[in-house]
């Protein structure tokens, strides 16, 4: 739909404010505050127009008008201006970052709270998932008493732990664990299969003395370790912000949408559907009836040219969208980049 230029920046201007304010805008309102050049009525007559061609809503016969779903999506392709990030708030997403850790879940845990810390918005992240992950290292620790730690650490940096009754000393579980890394090392949760791991047995049962049912446990607990990297997790970061937005002042939304942020199979079918890159949902535009009051931005990541996750910024509809998409794309380039100097070298995960 064609908008001539002085209607197109009535809109920008009533977006604006109304992303300010969370009030109703008036043209009295735009009239003082923009430099137009253009009367109160002028403004007026104008905002009338652009609320008939279903741009703006007047949610009350005496009250100003708001953007329309239509109204949102026209000013985030057409009108939103480049959102720069500040010194300070490059400063507080590096401090966050800074102190690197070599496991990708708390990375992702890291991004989602840097997210909602620069955004101040309510942040879903989804883990990774790596159905191609391969063990890297097995280690088992004796803790004495009769148990041994078991601990899988994977390609993709995820470590799995479990302590099993089983009665060895150091030595021992040494030896164990060079058994267990010649045969299993490099294999993924498709390659351990029911064939391989009685051939493990077979193997640790002709050397070490311990019942085949232990052998049989501690193997099933390795396979369900790295199968279990096909499980998405999600992470939701400062979902009581959406209290002190007026949009949520309703006690039932607000019941509603935290009941919806709860729900974790929502929110992976919801992060699932976005396309990668950065993508805007407004509105209605959102599968989910309980996000038709808010708007959703998702940017991916990805770990050697593979999207893995999705980062997530859940927010009123009047939401900051220069500075919340410019803030997922420098999160995003982050993560991906310390994804890439940690496991590049590992090959693909």
Do not use: W
């Not at 009367?39 to 009350?60: K, V």
């Not at 049912?213 to 396979?223: C, E, G, P, T």
């Amino acid at each position: 739909m064609e908008l001539s230029e002085r209607k197109q920046k009535i809109l920008q201007a009533v977006i604006d404010e109304y992303i300010g304010t969370a009030e109703p805008v008036g043209s009295r309102a735009i009239s003082k505050k923009n430099e137009l050049g253009l009367s109160s009525a002028t403004i007026r007559n104008e905002m009338a127009d652009l609320e008939e061609m279903g741009f703006l809503i007047q949610p009350h016969t005496s009250a100003g008008r708001v953007p329309s779903d239509v109204g949102y999506r026209f000013y985030v392709n057409s009108l939103m201006r480049r959102y720069q990030m500040s010194v300070e708030a490059l400063e507080k997403m590096q401090a966050i970052m800074a102190d690197r850790v070599n496991q990708l879940e708390l990375i992702i845990k890291k991004a989602s709270l840097m997210a909602s810390t620069l955004t101040e918005y309510t942040t879903v992240v989804t883990s990774p998932k790596l159905t191609s992950a391969r063990i890297k290292k097995i280690e088992l620790v004796s803790l004495g008493f009769g148990n041994v730690m078991i601990v899988i650490i994977t390609s993709a940096g995820i470590i799995k732990n479990q302590s099993v009754e089983l009665d060895l000393n150091d030595v021992e579980a040494s030896k164990l664990s060079e058994v267990l890394n010649r045969r299993i090392s490099g294999l993924t949760a498709e390659d351990l299969t029911l064939d391989k791991i009685k051939e493990i047995g077979k193997e640790i049962d002709e050397s070490f003395d311990i019942a085949p049912k232990v052998i049989i446990n501690m193997l099933n607990f390795v396979y369900e370790a790295i199968d279990s990297l096909d499980y998405t997790e999600v992470y939701v970061n400062n979902a009581k912000s959406i209290l002190s937005y007026p949009e949520f002042s309703d006690v039932g939304k607000a019941r509603e949408m935290l009941a919806f942020l709860d729900d974790k199979d929502n929110l992976v079918k919801l992060l699932g559907s976005a396309k990668d890159g950065v993508d805007i949902k407004i509105g209605a535009e959102n599968e989910f009836k309980e996000l038709e009051n808010s708007s959703m931005i998702t940017v991916n990541y990805s770990m050697n040219d593979k999207t893995i996750g999705r980062i997530g910024v859940i927010g009123p509809k009047r939401m900051n969208y220069a500075k919340v998409i410019a803030s997922l794309d420098c999160i995003s380039n982050q993560v991906d980049k310390i994804l890439y100097e940690l496991y590049n070298k590992e090959g693909d995960v």
